[in-house]
């Protein structure tokens, strides 16, 4: 189904020194990078099932390509099975949208600490909002892709119970889905790349901070 999706990564060692006015900054921007982890918690907790669901399901698929229509009553059960779990991977996906979109809000938390600072420190965290608030998007055109991609399984299983169903239209069925997944693993790749970028640059400001001490 989809490669892993990756997680913010916010090992934060904070090494505080007295009260200045880094130290300050270097709080805030802890406690509102923890904020979004926290929310996004729910997601991140979920991938390992939700990979569960995708292999279990095509396992099932495949053992319903090998069953014909004279085994009609044994495909539908098949199909059936096939649609719960293709139902629990949307219930799971649903949490997941829900998580980032909380995790999201917090965003706007960074805007009051960048108004805090300037210089390169400043340009690190204007950079570093901007990285964040482009993960989130492309989190969101994923599960645009992951939902287009569900509708299609969804239509090729009630095409191997249809009486009126031909073997080209349901090769057909399966290009598109083969197509629509091809797409989904470029929307992972790409949050996964915004991911890393997004953990460079927040090492990199609280790298900055710690210099400026």
Known sequence: MRETIMGFILAITLMLSGCNSDSSIEKKLSATITKMNN???VYQDAQGELAELEKSEQELFNQAMELTQQQLGELEIKVAELEALLGQRLTHIE?????????????????????????????GLEELKRAVTNRYELHSAFVVEYK????????????????EGELKGLKDKVGEVNEQNELVQLA???FNDATVKVNVLKEDVFSSLQIGK
């Open 188 to 190: 992972v790749n790409s």
């Open 95 to 123: 949490g997941e949208e829900k998580s980032i979109s909380k995790a999201s809000k917090s965003v706007d938390e960074l805007d009051a600490i960048i108004e805090q600072v300037d210089g390169n420190v400043g340009k």
């Open 148 to 163: 287009k991609l569900t509708s299609l399984q969804k239509e090729l299983y009630e095409m191997l119970i249809a009486k």
């Open 39 to 41: 929310a996004e918690q």
